[in-house]
């Protein structure tokens, strides 16, 4: 099979034949139909995060495919059923974190991609219990996306208890933000969507984005402080000052979930303004598998829509530029 995989942290990567990797026990392996690219991958290949993988590895944790065979002990899923691969690769289900419903703050998890072999290849790996069934009628293109920037942005809603009166700024438009103007949404908030990208505003417009503001001409803190301030503000831009700018531009009680990850990336918070406005900085990171499994019945039920290009698995090293370049309508999705 072919695998893009990372020989060395900020090298191209290199797309390699290898043997097809062997389930063992309680693993599945799946013919991979799609992957996305989410910027984590890019941060990843770098070795931009504190935590850095080991090359050679094979990045990707939006991995969706058909299980071709089961591994010992594994009884639920069977051979054919489709599946999402996402960064939550394996959990102790044992720990605090796991049994009080935070599976993703597992100290023991096991990330796709990262620390495991993950969904830029023919073949992959998953465990069993952590390989999401994909509800019938969802294209694989679609679901790759919603196994990352699906159920992060979901998930960080969830965690800024986002209510019908509310106002949500959403500070970067990309992969993950595209699909979290749409949850914003559904929640029935009021949108103000940030970027610095003419097609990236225009494509929160036809998402249903309320208020559109350009970071290249406006201070996003000011027009959201226009309107009251924000309830809450996801930062999914990976640029380290639109950290500060969204935290500023909250109202009173606002919540300022952190999602981005700009390599060595820091925030001032006043501690002034913090305290007397009562406001909430919070980390949020992926989402637990009943949180995909909701998503992906949001998006059966035709209320989500993904926006991806396809390319080959080959062109790995010119989408990477291209995603830093802010080339990409939103996704882009592998094709194995
Ligand atoms: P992306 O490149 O698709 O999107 C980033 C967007 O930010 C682009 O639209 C870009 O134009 C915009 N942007 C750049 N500078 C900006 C600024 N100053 N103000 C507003 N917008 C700006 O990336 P993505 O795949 O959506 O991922 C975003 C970040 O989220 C990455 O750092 C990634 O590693 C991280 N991430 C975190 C989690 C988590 O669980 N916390 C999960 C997935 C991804
Ligand atoms: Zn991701
Ligand atoms: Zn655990």
């Not at 996801?234 to 919540?255: C, D, I, M, P, Q």
Request: hydrophobic share 45%; net charge negative.
């Amino acid at each position: 099979m072919k695998a893009a995989v990372v020989k060395a942290l900020g090298e191209p990567l290199v797309i390699e034949e290898r043997p097809d990797p062997v389930p063992g026990p309680g693993q599945v392996r799946i013919r991979v139909e799609a992957c996305g690219l989410c910027h984590t991958d890019i941060h990843a290949a770098r070795g931009d995060w504190p935590v850095r993988p080991v090359p050679p590895f094979v990045p990707g944790h939006e991995g969706v495919g058909i299980i071709e065979e089961l591994g010992d002990g594994v009884t639920h899923l069977s051979v054919g059923r489709r599946v999402a691969v996402p960064w939550l690769g394996w959990a102790c289900g044992r720990c605090e974190h796991c049994l009080s419903g935070w599976e993703t703050l597992c100290e023991k998890q096991i990330n796709t991609g990262y620390g495991v072999d993950g969904g830029y290849a023919e073949k992959m790996l998953a465990h069993a219990d952590f390989a999401q069934p994909v509800p019938d009628g969802i294209d694989p293109r679609d679901a790759a996306p919603l196994t990352c920037a699906g159920v992060t942005t979901y998930k960080a809603l969830k965690v800024a208890e986002v209510g019908p009166a509310d106002l949500v700024a959403v500070s970067g438009v990309g992969g993950l933000g595209h699909l979290a103007v749409q949850y914003a949404k559904i929640a029935g908030a009021t949108v103000a969507a940030i970027d610095v990208s003419d097609e990236k505003l225009r494509l929160a417009a036809d998402l249903g984005a309320d208020i559109l503001i350009d970071a290249r001409k406006e201070d996003p803190a000011e027009v959201l402080q226009r309107y009251g301030g924000a309830h809450a503000a996801l930062a999914l831009a990976v640029n380290e000052e639109s950290f500060a700018t969204a935290l500023a531009g909250l109202r009173r009680g606002g919540k300022l979930v952190m999602v981005a990850l700009p390599a060595e990336g820091t925030v001032e918070v006043p501690v002034f303004s913090t305290v007397l406005g009562g406001k909430s900085v919070i980390g949020s990171i992926v989402g637990t598998r009943q949180d995909l499994a909701e998503l992906f019945q949001l998006h059966a039920a035709g209320r989500t829509r993904v926006v991806y290009e396809t390319r080959p698995l080959s062109s790995v090293n010119e989408c990477i530029d291209e995603v830093l370049e802010g080339r990409v309508e939103a996704r882009i999705v592998f094709e194995t």
